[in-house]
């Protein structure tokens, strides 16, 4: 289901979960991704709050050689069930960045950004 620029994925099956565990919940989707693209996949903003599981790793990516069926890597944060074809993450497909040179360099200028939430409140 496409809901703005992200399509939602789903459960492929009905899950028991438990405090603390780790599952790696099958979404029913395989998919060929077009070369030069990869796919981003995120938690749900709601899946913490409807399903109290927190996807690891903040992100998942999935490059067009990945053929096999995706799973959304969760940790519990309490007891329930998570029933087949909850919306618990999201894609989108993204272009691949185009190379870039990097260089060594022994310092760079200052901008004055504090960083880790200074610019506002």
């Not at 028991?16 to 749900?44: C, D, N, Q, S």
Request: charged share 25%; hydrophobic share 35%; glycine share 10%.
């Amino acid at each position: 289901e496409k809901h703005g620029d992200w399509y939602d994925l789903k459960a492929a099956k009905d899950i028991t979960t438990k405090y603390g565990f780790y599952y790696e919940i099958p979404l029913g989707v395989k998919m060929e991704i077009p070369e030069g693209y990869e796919a981003h996949v995120i938690a749900r903003s709601s899946t913490f709050k409807n399903h109290h599981i927190i996807m690891t790793g903040a992100m998942g990516m999935i490059d067009n050689q990945y053929r096999k069926e995706w799973k959304f890597p969760a940790l519990s944060m309490k007891d329930g069930t998570i029933e087949k074809g909850a919306r618990i993450a999201q894609f989108r497909l993204v272009k691949n960045q185009e190379p870039i040179m990097i260089e060594q360099v022994e310092s760079v200028m200052d901008t004055g950004r504090g960083g880790l939430g200074s610019t506002g409140k």
